[in-house]
């Protein structure tokens, strides 16, 4: 199966030749990719090299003129590093744009720190108008991508990851999808969680949702979700409990307990593999299951 | 030209250079002002007076001239210009700052009429005008100049420098930038700051902030094929 940051180079390059607004920004992080479409488009592809702050500001200049840019590299560096950028470049601007991210919170565990980025999402919560996509497979980032380079001149950010469910999802941009119906609690996966968490809830009498769009973040798809009990179990594939404000405003006006799980936010000082993260963080099915089933008593 | 009272009123353009003094008074309520407050003035007189290709007609116009402010710290010269020219009428300047004011102490685009970014945070207009030439270029319009004004302590920022590097690469010949030299950089640029643009690729000229042949000449010398900077020094800041 391609990857989803392999799906998005070839579905870019498609769209360039149909829509002539699309203009895309890169900083060297999958230039290679997009070097055929870099000759039949030399104007609009440009390789800024690694200048993130460029990235972003031209991407706001290249709006400025009327053009939708798509702006990629790393999370880490297309969030974080950037952030001034985004905020003020961007939204303060009153222009749209399309940010593309690679690496996520643990693509790369082997290469540390410095190229996670869990906090991407909560960062993008401080500013207004932000579109968040979280696909869990490479179709859904298809979907999600023409979604989102077709929206007009609004703020889209789409998150991808190596990490992936096996089976893709009819998603809908802004709407929950119910995965698996029961009488309980509201378990709500997002993006590529959502494999572990249908292993985890098993047997469970859990309604679980999917995710692949958390903002606008669907509040009457979870209140519509909610069984006998007004008690949701959010596991997002970044800093834990970066939804969790979204959902106790869902269920505002209800007794309520949400749990928060996702990537903690002490740092985690190992390398190896994305599967001994998900493990270490208690976000493979043992852990997750250990920590649904603790909460729901 | 002295009063509060002055004998243009509203409307009246075109207002001329020796207007400006009164028009900044209407938002600093002081009839003199120093080296500070009217760093800029000159060079953005001479740019909207005879080199922009924008009129408040055509603000909309894709093929316009763009202008960025990125030093957006005391943009009363800015607003005073605008006024002047026509983009926003003289009687809105006694506002600045007000609550319901669209001139605050940093430009915003979405207020203020004419002004192609909102600045304040230093370093930012530089890559937005990097991106507006390219989206230009990349829309078939090779014609529309892109001006950019930054200061010699807002060059400090390192976005700035990410932008020259590759301007300079990448040969964006419609692409401006005029540096207003105060010598208020902490650290000073050893060498001078045009040599930071040549040494990228850039065509530069070095010339007296307050002679406006000079900055016309500067502004209008041909640059094929490369981006020019015009490095306009005037009285230091803290002289």
Do not use: C
Not at chain 1, 254 to 269: F, I, K, M, N, Y
């Amino acid at each position: 199966m391609d990857t989803m940051r392999d799906r998005f180079i070839a579905i870019t390059a498609e769209l360039l030749d149909s829509d002539p607004r699309l203009a895309v920004v890169l900083a060297d992080i999958s230039a290679a990719g997009f070097a055929d479409a870099a000759v039949r488009h030399p104007d609009r592809v440009v390789n800024v090299g690694i200048r993130e702050q460029l990235l972003i500001g031209a991407a706001g200049g290249l709006a400025l003129t009327g053009l939708r840019p798509i702006a990629h590299t790393f999370a880490s560096f297309l969030i974080e590093r950037p952030f001034e950028q985004v905020k003020l470049d961007l939204g303060h601007q009153g222009v749209g744009a399309v940010l593309v991210s690679a690496s996520g919170s643990y693509d790369w565990p082997a290469g540390g720190r410095t190229h996670m980025a869990p906090g991407d999402v909560a960062l993008l919560d401080t500013l207004p108008g932000w579109n968040v996509h979280v696909p869990g497979h490479p179709d859904e980032a298809e979907a999600l991508l023409r979604h989102a380079t077709a929206a007009g001149d609004s703020l889209q950010y789409v998150r991808l990851s190596v990490h992936a469910n096996r089976q893709a999802r009819p998603v809908e941009p802004g709407r929950f999808l119910t995965v698996r119906r029961g009488s309980g609690a509201v378990v709500l996966a997002v993006g590529p969680m959502l494999d572990a968490v249908l292993a985890a809830t098993e047997g469970l009498d859990v309604t679980v949702l999917y995710a692949a769009t958390v903002r606008p973040f669907d509040a009457a798809g979870l209140r519509a979700a909610l069984g006998d009990r007004a008690d949701a179990v959010l596991v997002e594939p970044y800093l834990a409990g970066t939804s969790a404000q979204a959902a106790h405003d869902a269920l505002a006006d209800l007794p309520h307990r949400v749990l928060g799980l996702g990537v903690p936010r002490a740092e985690h000082r190992h390398y190896g593999s994305i599967p001994e993260h998900l493990a270490a963080y208690g976000l493979d099915a043992a852990g997750l299951r250990q920590r649904i089933t603790g909460f729901l008593g | 030209m002295t009063t509060a009272t002055h004998p243009l009123r509203p409307g009246q353009a075109p207002y001329g250079f020796a207007d400006l003094p009164e028009l900044l008074s209407r938002m600093t309520g002081a009839e003199k002002h120093g080296p500070a407050a009217t760093s800029t003035l000159d060079a953005l007189w001479v740019l909207y007076d005879r080199v922009l290709r924008v009129t408040p007609a055509t603000v909309e116009d894709r093929a316009r001239d763009r202008f960025l402010l990125s030093k957006g710290h005391g943009p009363m010269a800015y607003y005073a210009v605008l006024a002047a020219k026509g983009f926003l009428p003289p009687e809105l300047l006694a506002s600045f700052g007000g609550y319901d004011s669209p001139l605050g102490h940093h430009p915003d685009r979405l207020l203020v009429p004419g002004a192609e970014i909102g600045s304040g945070s230093l370093g930012h207009g530089l890559p937005l005008a990097v991106g507006t030439a390219l989206g230009l270029r990349a829309q078939g319009l090779h014609d529309p100049a892109v001006w950019v004004l930054i200061g010699d302590a807002e060059f400090d920022e390192g976005s700035n420098h990410e932008a020259v590097a590759f301007a300079g690469a990448y040969g964006l010949d419609r692409l401006q930038v005029v540096v207003i030299d105060n010598s208020s950089a902490t650290h000073g640029w050893r060498g001078g700051i045009a040599a930071r643009f040549e040494t990228e690729g850039w065509s530069t000229a070095t010339v007296d902030g307050r002679d406006h042949e000079a900055l016309h000449r500067a502004f209008t010398t041909p640059h094929p094929g490369r981006p020019h900077a015009v490095v306009a020094r005037v009285e230091p800041k803290n002289s």
